[in-house]
């Protein structure tokens, strides 16, 4: 296999999609029966679970468990969910508020402190720089439940405890990121033009806001995507640093009805439309985001 | 030479570009750049680590009924890892991690590969619907997928269930032989679509013309998937078993949730679980904390030892 | 540590499990930081007239309607109430240990004495004299340790039968007078239909052993000198597993896991013809159950031969936590919000608790008569119940690792491989070995 150079990576990529267009040769009508029938039975197994929950959310409560689960009942959607915005003076779409700006603003913040990092980790060489990337591919090793505790503690000491603040910051840390932003800085950004862009005169940080951002748009779409997913389904920090339930992201919401809901039926149905809803959210961003998803993640070439 | 092409992985260490142009320009810029990652860093992460180290050479020690005397803190040094390997319980917990990763690793990974080849090709039809289908479970957060799967599985309840018993087949998802591989399906079906994700756009890198010339030479569709695609993607492909054997050895949220459906999954029933059970139900956090430095120690150590496994493979290949 | 029990219908212990882990580690004690401050209190007598703010931690619905009333009444001394949702309760250690916690919250009696041995209760014995008469003996006993008294007692379980009418009528059945009858009318029922099941076994659901066990004299914990008894297997306990062990081994109960909807499912289809639980059960069943309005009633615990007691699961008790700078007032508060008939008024009625203090049993809300138990006063039965309960099963430490582990255990009953008798030893053993590995002397 020949190595190439970065130069010649960014027209391969275009002749490539060129080519899935042009989709050249006939394929046997068996293979093509095996891989509709294989995406079609995947298909089922993957959205079988989500087609329950979207026909139980149009449930009454006494209808939820009580008639058959993959067929409709009394069409009830629109009362769950006029009865999922009145419960509790509304607190769910209080929850989902919350959800988004945790997600929303955290996952900006931690793209922004990945992408950085990463440029610095991929684009200079400077002493220590092996000892970065070494903790920042072994800290992916660490149990969260090591960190629990202790982060607690400290967030304590930070008075942050109880604030928007004490769990948007520790997320900030996202080696996952760092790490797809330096595979990222090391295959789109040509050093050359990093080298032109300094003999004109450009400054560290211009090079890095006018030529490194841009050439890694790509790649920043994707850790911006997994920093949404993954701050949206983040779940024991704002359980563990959170009191005040006006302030907790909706995963943390939603298991809170589902303990209660022995205490108050009522709720299985409306854990059920919850669920239902604070999934859209995380499907329009991925839908929205998906197109620029050109490049997709070269994360092939990390090695331990 | 300077980027990361698939398939041939380069050393971390002498895969910087900028050697080059070390001490020349850059001065401090990198650690102004890295600045707010390393004090995150060490804030919410190495502090974390330490207090944890700290916290397992300790022990609270009481004494008499416990009410009156205060409790001394006293130094055991390795006591409390002594005793964590000495707990059956904390041990079977690790067998059945490794079981279920010996087993659901592969399938996920199969799984994922094959999507994201079909993904890959150029004539799958409904490739959007496929990407979108299968990825939307990832969507979902963990702990409502454990939900969602805790209806499909529960007797009674469960349309699943109910449906084969009227064709006369009689399945429970909940027995202490199959519960282990409940908890596989929900995770499998959770992250089967990230993994088909990171493997597909691993996919996309993957030079047009290698696979080109082996379709001029004759290869079909599926021998160019497995002989040339597969192997290059193989980097890939590693990432992902890696990301999988972590996720594997600290499994927790499925087990926990589903637990409140069946007592054939225990307190201790994941190493996980036992340091929760352990600090939570306990209050031990000092036989806690070594337990889960452990379960660090053999997260690492299994890591070193799937990437070693598949470099000398890939090295072999 | 947190999780307790039984008590209230807000704080089964199976709620908690249902926690996701991941809390895990969060509730856990401030690592390494927690060692042992000292547990003094800063009770340096504040200014009567100057006016402090308490932060009450409470997860009884309502409540903040007794808590209004309390601080119209006294305009110097606000109680400020969190109330708590989901994981709340079991936030309170950790929160204690940093320092950051309320100064008054509700705790399972049953994890008091983990409070006391991890210095997070204080002893508030000198603020709330001559208090004692004011509460069912064996609420009383849960709170108070030798001369020192760790919290008040805010609700009990006492133990009843609820049962289908329609199906004791259908198969000629009464309600059983005592374990005794219970096991014969357990045999005719599943001779006459084999689908349907008298009672049920739950491995996870502790509280029901619990009170059968306390019903029978046992008790898992004792105090003897400077020393604790662990007595999982004592002669009580080796009474009610040799009762369950009879039942099982003629698979007379249903084996299912309690509170899913599995088993709403099972009581909704008449498969489960008796409940024998805590005061605060009814609610819960009428409301998981709406369909069988009408259907059931109540009537006493089975008890055992030669013996009048009944059974008795626990509540909770409101706590003064270290750190406050007024434990007097928060203890005045606590003892007032328990004990005051307003206030107690409201917790019953609103809040669905069984109270523990005696005037709290005068509710009018305990003598409705309640249609779904076809116009029964159903908490009649549950009166008598909480004065007739045994005051001798003491609580421990390491209670929620105790019940944990016989809830595995019992799950290796439930599938056959081992006997009740077998599980108590091994719960036994390593309730022993948890409290030796704490330094704590075990006789």
Redesign the interface.
């Known amino acids: 296999m020949t190595a190439s150079t970065t130069s010649v990576r960014v027209p391969r990529r275009a002749t490539r999609s060129k080519s899935d267009e042009s989709g050249g040769e006939r394929r046997s009508p068996l293979a093509q029966t095996v891989v509709i029938i294989i995406t079609v039975v995947a298909l089922i197994y993957f959205l079988v679970p989500v087609y329950w929950l979207l026909v139980a959310s149009t449930k009454t409560s006494s209808d939820l468990f009580g008639t058959p689960g993959f067929e409709f009942a009394k069409f009830n959607l629109f009362g769950n969910l006029a009865a999922l915005t009145t419960y509790d003076h509304g607190i769910f779409w209080r929850w989902m508020l919350n959800s988004i700006i945790y997600s929303g603003l955290g996952s900006v913040l931690m793209t922004f402190v990945s992408v950085i990092s990463g440029y610095a980790l991929a684009k200079y060489r400077f002493r220590g720089r092996s000892i970065v990337l070494g903790a920042v591919l072994g800290s992916m090793l660490v149990p969260g439940t090591v960190l629990a505790q202790p982060t607690y503690v400290l967030l304590t000491h930070l008075g942050l405890v109880n604030t928007y603040a004490g769990v948007l910051i520790p997320t900030l840390v996202y080696p996952f990121g760092v790490m797809l932003a330096y595979v990222y800085a090391q295959t789109s950004i040509p050093d050359e033009i990093l080298e032109a862009a300094r003999l004109d005169g450009a400054g560290e940080f211009r090079a890095f806001f006018s030529i490194g951002v841009r050439l890694m748009s790509g790649g920043m779409v994707t850790i911006l995507l997994f920093a949404f997913l993954g701050s949206w389904n983040n779940y024991l920090l704002p359980l563990l640093v959170l009191n005040d339930i006006d302030l907790v992201p909706v995963t943390v919401g939603l298991t809170g009805w589902f303990r209660q809901s022995i205490d108050i039926p009522a709720l299985q149905g409306l854990l059920v439309v919850g669920a239902l809803v604070s999934v859209i959210p995380v499907v329009v961003v991925f839908l929205s985001l998906q197109r620029y998803w050109r490049a997709g993640l070269s994360a092939g070439g990390v090695r331990f | 030479?300077?980027?990361?092409?698939?398939?041939?992985?380069?050393?971390?260490?002498d895969?910087?570009?900028?050697?080059?142009?070390?001490g020349r320009?850059?001065?401090a810029?990198?650690?102004v750049?890295?600045a707010?990652?390393?004090v995150?860093?060490l804030?919410?992460?190495v502090?974390?680590?330490v207090?944890?180290i700290?916290?397992s050479l300790?022990k609270?020690?009481?004494?008499?009924?416990?009410?009156d005397t205060?409790?001394?803190?006293v130094f055991v040094g390795i006591q409390n890892y002594a005793?964590a390997l000495a707990d059956p319980a904390f041990i079977a917990g690790f067998g059945r991690v490794l079981l279920f990763g010996i087993v659901q690793v592969p399938v996920m990974l199969a799984?994922a590969l094959?999507?994201a080849l079909?993904l890959d090709?150029?004539?799958?039809?409904?490739k959007r619907?496929?990407?979108?289908?299968?990825?939307?479970?990832?969507?979902?957060?963990?702990?409502?997928?454990a939900?969602?799967?805790g209806?499909?599985y529960?007797?009674?309840?469960?349309?699943?269930v109910?449906?084969l018993k009227s064709i006369g087949i009689s399945v429970d998802f909940l027995s202490?032989g199959s519960v282990l591989w409940s908890i596989a399906n929900v995770s499998t079906?959770s992250y089967?679509?990230v993994n088909m994700?990171?493997l597909?756009?691993?996919l996309?890198?993957v030079?047009?013309?290698?696979f080109?010339a082996a379709?001029i030479d004759g290869a079909g569709?599926?021998r160019t998937a497995f002989s040339i695609k597969v192997p290059?993607?193989a980097?890939?492909l590693?990432?992902t078993a890696?990301?999988s054997v972590?996720g594997t050895?600290?499994l927790?949220?499925e087990p926990?949730?589903l637990?409140?459906?069946?007592?054939?999954i225990?307190?201790?029933y994941t190493p996980?679980?036992a340091?929760?059970?352990t600090?939570?139900?306990?209050?031990?956090?000092n036989?806690?904390?070594a337990m889960?430095?452990i379960?660090?120690l053999v997260?690492?150590i299994l890591?070193?030892v799937v990437?070693s496994v598949s470099?000398r493979r890939g090295r072999n290949a | 540590m947190a999780t307790h029990p039984i008590s209230g219908p807000k704080r089964t212990v199976r709620r908690k499990k249902l926690v996701l882990g991941v809390l895990a580690i969060a509730s856990a004690t401030a690592i390494g930081l927690s060692g042992c401050t000292s547990g003094g209190s800063g009770a340096a007598a504040p200014d009567p007239n100057k006016k402090i703010t308490l932060s009450f931690w409470g997860s009884v619905p309502n409540e903040a309607k007794s808590v209004a009333i309390w601080n119209k009444a006294h305009p110097n001394i606000h109680v400020d109430l969190h109330q708590e949702t989901g994981d709340d309760g079991s936030k309170v250690p950790a929160a204690v240990d940093a320092g950051t916690g309320p100064d008054i919250a509700q705790v399972s009696q049953h994890s008091l004495p983990d409070y006391v041995i991890n210095k997070r209760a204080i002893n508030i014995a000198p603020y709330i004299k001559n208090t004692k008469n004011l509460y069912t003996p064996a609420a009383w006993s849960s709170v108070q340790f030798g001369d020192a008294i760790y919290g008040v007692p805010q609700d009990s379980g006492p133990a009843g039968l609820l049962y289908r009418t329609d199906i004791f009528k259908k198969y000629g059945l009464t309600p059983p007078a005592t374990w005794d009858d219970y096991v014969a009318d357990a045999q005719k029922l599943h001779a006459a239909n084999p689908s349907i099941y008298l009672g049920q076994f739950s491995p996870a659901e502790f509280g029901m052993y619990y009170q059968t066990m306390v019903q029978a004299g046992g008790s898992w914990y004792g105090i003897s000198g400077n020393s604790w008894k662990v007595s999982v297997n004592d002669a009580g306990n080796q009474k009610v597993a040799a009762l369950w062990q009879g039942l099982l081994d003629q698979k007379l109960l249903k084996v299912v896991q309690m509170w899913t909807p599995e088993y709403w499912k099972d009581v909704d289809s008449g498969q489960i013809a008796s409940i024998s639980y805590a005061a605060w059960f009814p609610q819960l069943l009428k409301q998981n159950a709406a369909k069988l309005s009408g259907k059931w009633a109540v009537a006493p615990e089975p008890t055992f031969a030669g013996s009048t007691a009944g059974g008795e699961s626990g509540g909770a008790a409101m706590v003064v936590l270290k750190g406050t700078k007024y434990p007097k007032q928060a203890a005045e508060f606590s003892s007032w919000f328990d004990s005051n008939k307003a206030s107690v008024d409201i917790l019953v009625s609103q809040g669905g608790l069984f109270p523990a203090a005696k005037i709290g049993l005068q509710s009018p809300t305990l003598d409705q008569a309640d249609p779904y138990f076809g116009g029964e006063k159903v908490f009649s039965v549950f009166k008598a119940a909480a004065l007739i309960s045994p005051d001798t099963a003491q609580n421990g430490p390491g209670f929620d690792k105790l019940t944990s582990d016989l809830a595995d255990q019992f799950g290796k009953v439930a599938s056959g491989s081992e006997t009740f008798a077998q599980a108590l030893d091994s719960v036994q053993a390593s309730t022993v070995a948890n409290l030796k590995s704490q330094g704590l002397s075990v006789k």
């Open positions: 030479m300077t980027q990361a092409v698939p398939g041939q992985p380069l050393r971390l260490a895969r910087s570009p900028a050697r080059r142009r070390s320009g850059s001065g810029a990198p650690w750049f890295l707010p990652f390393i995150l860093f804030m919410f992460l502090a974390p680590i207090v944890a700290g916290t300790f609270v020690q009481k004494s008499g009924l416990g009410f205060a409790s001394k803190t005793t799984l094959i999507f079909l090709s150029a004539r799958t039809k409904f619907v496929l990407r979108l289908g299968v990825f939307l479970p990832f969507a979902i957060p963990g702990v409502v997928a939900l969602l799967w209806f499909l529960q007797p009674g309840v469960s349309p699943i109910e449906g202490s079906w089967t679509g994700i990171i597909f756009s691993a996309q890198t030079p047009r013309e290698l080109e379709r569709e599926l290059l993607i980097p890939a590693l990432l890696l990301f972590i050895l600290q927790f949220n926990t949730i637990k409140n459906l069946t007592t054939n225990t307190t201790e996980n679980m340091v929760f059970a600090t939570q139900a306990n209050g031990n956090l036989l806690g904390s889960a430095i379960l660090g997260t690492f890591s070193v990437s470099n």
